[in-house]
């Protein structure tokens, strides 16, 4: 039986699988391919955000009474990183293939650090918190995720 949060796990897989896409199109100077690789990746990444912050983070807060600890700190990096989104959204629409490596590269690091954050400490204690839920969640989260 896989857990409530499997879905977002493997979600993270596919946002970095579309990361590297973008990266490797700006690398090689492919600018057109770069914007659809891009488009892609910040579409998967605001559905996995919206997805914890609608579903997730308020099934979780309502269930344990934390509403200032972990899920305050993943809305936080969420910020940060939309932040980063539109460094390299600009970054590309200019074509300044050293400007986006520079917002990609950090990027890069955040999102390395948010998600083992989730996946090694807010994801079990979801999966904890939120067993007698997860019925009910687990089907909104792969809808949502779009996971099979």
Same mark, same amino acid.
């Given at each position: 039986m =896989? =857990?409530? #949060? %499997?879905?977002l796990r493997h979600h993270h897989q596919h946002c970095d699988d579309l990361?590297?896409?973008? !990266?490797? &199109?700006?690398?090689e100077g492919d600018w057109s391919r770069a914007r659809r690789e891009l488009s892609a990746f910040l /579409? &998967? *990444?605001e559905t996995h955000f919206d997805t914890e912050e609608e579903t997730l983070f308020p099934a979780f807060e309502a $269930? #344990?009474? @934390?509403? *200032?600890g972990p899920t305050r700190m993943m809305r936080h990096e969420h910020a940060q990183m939309r932040d980063l989104f539109r460094q @390299? +959204? $600009? $970054?590309? !629409?200019?074509? +300044? &293939? #050293? /400007?986006?490596?520079s917002a $990609? +590269? #950090?990027l890069l690091v955040m999102m390395q650090q948010h998600n083992m954050k989730e996946e090694n400490i807010l994801y079990p204690m979801c999966d904890r918190g939120?067993? /007698?839920q997860a019925a009910a969640l687990g089907?909104?989260?792969? %809808?949502?995720? !779009?996971?099979e």
């Open positions: =896989s =857990s409530l #949060t %499997e879905p990361f590297v896409a973008a !990266e490797n &199109a700006v690398r /579409a &998967a *990444m $269930a #344990t009474g @934390m509403n *200032m @390299m +959204d $600009a $970054a590309l !629409e200019s074509r +300044d &293939a #050293t /400007a986006y490596a $990609a +590269d #950090t939120l067993d /007698a089907p909104v989260l792969r %809808e949502r995720l !779009e996971v």
